[in-house]
């Protein structure tokens, strides 16, 4: 079972409305959530981080936290065509082996003008 | 932002040979990673790397990868022999401190094994 599922796999919303991602974690030691990026072809860019319960908000993007389910969501308010990508939740899981980013498999979002 | 900086962005390589690929983190940082990508499959991890050694590594890291950064040169990833199922997307990353900062990628090394 993946240690990350994300929700949904795919997303087309049109321009100028609101995509909303998800993600779990099945692993009560995560101690961050990640967001990043990834555009065709190209390396995952980081979006946002969370860490504590509830909200943060960055421009367009707000992501929410409910440490209690482990579960974490994405919101992108008045998409773009570019925001147009592959979104992907991770999950941050500090030891004395180091740190380790686990992914899940993504959202591909799609933003049609 | 900061750049991890990665070479070869492409290799085609014959299965069996050996392959390096190269990684230039960001300037300072003192974590590097290794993660793997198929194409339309998850980005997984491989093994992360402090202080001249591995810290852990994942069950795709296999005895025929091994990692190392000599003397504060590349941090790179040695494949041999290569088999076919190496063919992916390699990406390096690397962070400053173990808790709460965020990996910085590199754009990937694109590896096809014929």
């Known amino acids: 079972q993946q240690k990350v599922q994300q929700s949904p796999e795919s997303l087309i919303v049109p321009e100028g409305g609101m995509a909303s991602l998800n993600c779990t974690s099945s692993?009560?030691?995560?101690?961050y959530f990640w967001w990043y990026r990834q555009h065709s072809g190209k390396s995952p860019k980081m979006l946002m981080?969370?860490?504590?319960?509830g909200e943060k908000e960055e421009g367009r993007f707000t992501v929410h936290l409910n440490k209690a389910s482990l579960h974490t969501s994405l919101h992108i308010r008045d998409s773009q065509p570019s925001d147009s990508a592959l979104y992907l939740c991770?999950?941050?899981?500090?030891?004395?082996?180091?740190?380790?980013?686990?992914f899940g498999i993504g959202t591909l979002l799609s933003v049609k003008p | 932002g900061p750049k991890v900086l990665q070479i070869p962005s492409h290799q085609i390589i014959d299965m069996g040979q050996m392959v390096t690929l190269n990684c230039d983190p960001v300037?300072?940082?003192?974590?590097f990673y290794w993660y793997k990508q198929i194409l339309g499959q998850q980005m997984e991890f491989l093994v992360n790397?402090?202080?001249?050694?591995?810290?852990?590594k994942s069950k795709l890291f296999k005895d025929q990868f091994s990692v190392e950064r000599p003397d504060g040169s590349y941090f790179t990833l040695k494949i041999q022999p290569t088999a076919l199922e190496d063919s992916a997307v390699y990406f390096c990353?690397?962070?400053?401190?173990?808790?709460?900062?965020?990996?910085?990628f590199g754009e990937g090394s694109r590896l096809i094994v014929v």
């Open positions: 990353a690397s962070s400053s401190t173990i808790s709460g900062n965020t990996l910085y």
């Open positions: 692993d009560r030691n995560v101690d």
């Open positions: 981080s969370i860490f504590s319960n």
């Open positions: 991770a999950a941050a899981i500090y030891g004395s082996s180091g740190n380790k980013l686990i």
């Open positions: 300037s300072n940082h003192l974590y």
């Open positions: 790397f402090y202080n001249g050694k591995v810290m852990e």
